[in-house]
């Protein structure tokens, strides 16, 4: 099971994978937000859905090793071949920088589903009426 990845997760992702490129906050919060617009709870994007400015953005990522990109091919009925191209999140990259930017130990997997209701606080559970 994946770590739930939140645009704060993200955000400390870029920062560090970027480090040395420098950036500014606001840049790593907007593009943050674009990665997680595109994929919000899931793994994979389609190829076809981006712009070119995006794959842009995408073929960056890719470089530091946040994305990954994987292809499909299917043979349609006239033997025409028929290409898709995916991008999907490099997972243990991302853990592997998350590790690293909040000093856990390596085998400390952070946040999973469950630990957001087990760490919830007793006041969280009651509806403000």
């Known amino acids: 099971m994946h770590r739930v990845l939140t645009v704060q997760d993200m955000k400390k992702v870029l920062s560090h ?16 937000q674009f990665i997680m617009d595109f994929f919000g709870y899931e793994e994979i994007v389609l ?8 794959r842009d953005i995408f073929y960056m990522l890719e470089g530091v090793g946040l994305l990954r990109t994987e292809m499909e091919e299917a ?7 028929w ?9 243990e990259r991302i853990e ?9 130990k390596t085998d400390d997997p952070g946040a999973t589903e469950s630990d957001v209701y087990e760490n919830m606080p ?3 559970w009651s509806r403000n009426r």
């Open 47 to 54: 190829d076809n859905r981006l712009t070119p400015r995006d």
């Open 122 to 124: 007793e006041n969280g």
């Open 75 to 81: 043979t349609l009925q006239k033997g025409k071949v």
């Open 17 to 32: 994978a970027f480090s040395k490129s420098g950036g500014e906050e606001q840049d790593w919060d907007q593009i943050s």
């Open 96 to 104: 592997e920088l998350l590790r690293e930017k909040e000093g856990r």
């Open 83 to 91: 290409r898709i191209h995916y991008w999907k999140l490099n997972f």
